[in-house]
Each structure stands twice: as structure tokens, then as C-alpha cells.
């Protein structure tokens, strides 16, 4: 699987969008871009995922460039609850028995007051 | 509420002690998954299940075993486990192999 590079860390204001960006560059085209979330103390929660068009669901944006070697997760209007580390993993998606997801440092996302 | 429940959420053990972690989930979903997470680092993968069958074991030790009883439940045995062991123990599950996963919240596990 591609390798992932995101920020170690970011700060965003409650009711503000938070823009979380992630370069992919080594991305094949078989690879999916998936974002999970962990707020302290829980489980990772899925987020979204996408190949190459952009995609929306009721939690999050998800912006990929045209050539794929980067992407951005949408928040778009933060609280306080959003608090958490968000983790860009890139993945191939085929039918398999199993597959792993492979998670890097992820950004922790901090939202203020 | 997670969809994955995990038990127990906390345990702690000595490290001649034989104890097993529970994880169980009724979405139907047939791979299930067990992670580690150490404290600050992001969770590592070590065993994969689809079917009922191993399909991935990520050269963990054999003090951890796993077992699949039925679709629906998955364990981890745990044996002579050593101090630096201790960790959050986490079980997923997905509809298939290629599917998000979901995870539940963990089991602390505290080795002394």
C-alpha cells in the first residue's frame, strides 16, 4: 500500500471548516483513499473513502486532486466533539479474504472554543 | 454506540496468568480483525480472520492466540505475556475483506 504524509497536528475554530490534508504521491491507480478518526479513548471510526472523484457523506468532505497524489477531508463546520487523531490510509481495494489497513502517524485535530 | 463490543474493557494480569479477550459483533460481517495500540502510536495489525479462518498473522508472538468460534465472535487468548505487552487490544469487523471497517472501543490490557 501507498505510503501517506500528513501534518502531526492542526488547530481549527468551532463552526469553522477544517481543511485536513494528505499527500499520497506513490498512489497506484487500483488504490482507494480512506480517512478514519479516533477520539481518545475509543475505537477508530470510519470516515469516508474515495478513488478519484470527490465524495460527500453526512460526516465529511472528501477532496482528491486530479492526479491523485493528494487529498483533503472536509469537516465542514467543526465542534468541539471533532476532536480527535485522523488517519489518511490509501489501500487497494479488490476482493480479498482480508485485507489490512496500514495506519501512519494521523493528525491530531484540535477544535477550539 | 459501537457496533463491535469488546470485553472486558480493562484488564490487568500477571504474567504467568491464561486470560482471553472477547470481541463480538451481529452485522453480519464476515472478516474480523485484531489491532494493538500503544500508548501515542497508531494501532498495528496482527491477525486477520475471513470466513471463520485465519487469512493473516502478522508474525505476532504465540503467547497471543486467536480463535473464531462462529461469524460472530472472535478471541484472543493470551499466555505468559510479558510487561511490554501492555497496550489496547482492538477488534474490528467488515462485511468483507475490502469493506471500512468498524471498530470497537478496546480492551486496556495492563500486564504487571
Known amino acids: 500500500d501507498a505510503k501517506t504524509t500528513q501534518p502531526t497536528s492542526m488547530d481549527c475554530a468551532e463552526g469553522r471548516a477544517a481543511n485536513l490534508p494528505c499527500n499520497h504521491s506513490?498512489?497506484?491507480?487500483?488504490?482507494?483513499v480512506y480517512w478514519y478518526r479516533q477520539i481518545h479513548s475509543q475505537g477508530p471510526q470510519y470516515i469516508i473513502h474515495g478513488l478519484k472523484n470527490n465524495e460527500t457523506n453526512e460526516m465529511a468532505s472528501l477532496i482528491i486532486t486530479e492526479d491523485r497524489k493528494s487529498s483533503t477531508l472536509i469537516l465542514p463546520h467543526a465542534t468541539l466533539r471533532d476532536t480527535a487523531v485522523y488517519y489518511c490510509?490509501?489501500?487497494?481495494?479488490?476482493?480479498?479474504?482480508?485485507?489490512?489497513?496500514?495506519f501512519g502517524e494521523g493528525t491530531q485535530l484540535t477544535v477550539n472554543p | 454506540d459501537t457496533e463491535v463490543t469488546q470485553t472486558p474493557k480493562h484488564l490487568v494480569m500477571g504474567m504467568t496468568n491464561k486470560k482471553s479477550l472477547k470481541c463480538e459483533q451481529h452485522?453480519?460481517?464476515?472478516?474480523m480483525y485484531w489491532y494493538k495500540q500503544k500508548a501515542k502510536k497508531p494501532p498495528e495489525l496482527m491477525f486477520v480472520y475471513s470466513y471463520e479462518k485465519l487469512s493473516i498473522n502478522e508474525s505476532v508472538p504465540s503467547r497471543f492466540s486467536p480463535e473464531c468460534p462462529n461469524s460472530s465472535l472472535l478471541n484472543l487468548h493470551l499466555h505468559a505475556l510479558q510487561p511490554e505487552d501492555s497496550a489496547l487490544y482492538l477488534c474490528a469487523s467488515s462485511q468483507r475483506g475490502n469493506q471500512p471497517q468498524h471498530f470497537g472501543d478496546g480492551t486496556r490490557l495492563s500486564i504487571l
Open positions: 452485522m453480519g460481517h464476515r472478516a
Open positions: 506513490t498512489i497506484s491507480g487500483n488504490e482507494y
Open positions: 490510509i490509501v489501500r487497494v481495494r479488490g476482493e480479498t479474504s482480508g485485507s489490512r489497513l496500514t
